[in-house]
């Protein structure tokens, strides 16, 4: 049976750095503390919490004072810095440099001083990317969560439209095509493909992957949302597509009369999670004396 990890899953360059960076200061011995979980797969939080990274809320990070905080790739709301400078709190700013040009746009938008202006972005409600965006704008910013809600809109006023580093392209293209069909002929309408590349190609490449073998095991932590995009675009090329945290919950029986196993997952998989995988299928599959 061949076993096959998929190359392009993995850490996107955003994760890898903020992990390379706690890594860096967890070295030093001195306390770290992370502003909400470091990346959404669980074993890998494990293992830095074994190095020493203490998760704490928003609520736990109002009460430090003097205290070593890493702000994850997802980045934050202006408010994180206001309350870093009030405590004496010193910030190790892991945010993606992606993310990070995205805030800077849109608070130059926001800025400018057009109240006629809606800023729209299209993201998922609550994630930590598009609560950072959205406090660039002081709460004001219009949050689509997918294509459908673009009916909300005011189509008389301007309109400025950007995404979440990791929506799908797709969803992005149906936003501002009904815009460009709906908005008034008094009003300007502009769009920024703010999409992350690197994350917006996993999708054609993990259809292509999945389509490759008999089938499918997408390592992924449960609280990942880019994870569930992947996973389902894998199932419908795929159905014999499993979903899995760890080696422990996979059930061998899914391998009968399977000639190719393909391993791959989210940009919060780490890759040393889906070689795991990997040899404890090796493991078991192997001949007893």
């Not at 609560?131 to 949050?143: D, F, H, K, P, S």
């Not at 929506?167 to 293209?173: E, N």
Request: aromatic fraction near 8%; hydrophobic fraction near 35%.
């Amino acid at each position: 049976m061949i076993i096959e990890i998929d190359q392009e899953s993995g850490f996107c360059f955003g994760v890898t750095r903020a992990i390379r960076k706690a890594e860096e200061e967890l070295q030093k011995g001195q306390t770290l503390y992370c502003l909400g979980d470091i990346v959404h797969n669980g074993k890998e939080c494990d293992r830095l919490k074994k190095l020493g990274l203490i998760t704490i809320d928003h609520e736990q990070y109002e009460q430090l004072q003097g205290a070593k905080v890493l702000l994850r790739a997802h980045g934050e709301p202006p408010g994180t810095y206001l309350k870093a400078r009030e405590n004496q709190i010193d910030i190790i700013d892991a945010t993606c440099p992606v993310v990070l040009h995205l805030q800077e746009r849109i608070k130059k938008e926001y800025q400018s001083n057009n109240p006629q202006r809606q800023i729209v972005i299209f993201g998922k409600n609550g994630h930590a990317e598009v609560l950072g965006l959205v406090g660039q704008t002081e709460g004001t910013a219009i949050v689509l969560e997918s294509p459908e809600e673009v009916t909300k809109l005011d189509f008389t006023r301007d309109i400025s439209l950007y995404s979440q580093t990791t929506k799908p392209l797709d969803g992005f293209r149906k936003i501002v095509e009904y815009i460009e069909a709906h908005i008034a002929p008094q009003a300007t309408f502009k769009y920024y493909d703010t999409i992350c590349r690197q994350v917006a190609n996993r999708m054609p490449n993990i259809r292509k992957f999945a389509a490759r073998h008999d089938v499918i095991l997408f390592v992924c932590g449960k609280k990942s949302s880019n994870g569930r995009v992947l996973y389902n675009e894998c199932c419908a090329v795929n159905p014999n597509t499993h979903l899995i945290d760890a080696a422990q919950e996979i059930d061998m029986d899914w391998f009968r009369d399977c000639a190719s196993v393909g391993i791959c997952g989210a940009t919060s998989t780490p890759k040393w999670l889906m070689e795991e995988c990997k040899s404890y299928i090796e493991s078991a599959s192997a001949p007893q004396d």
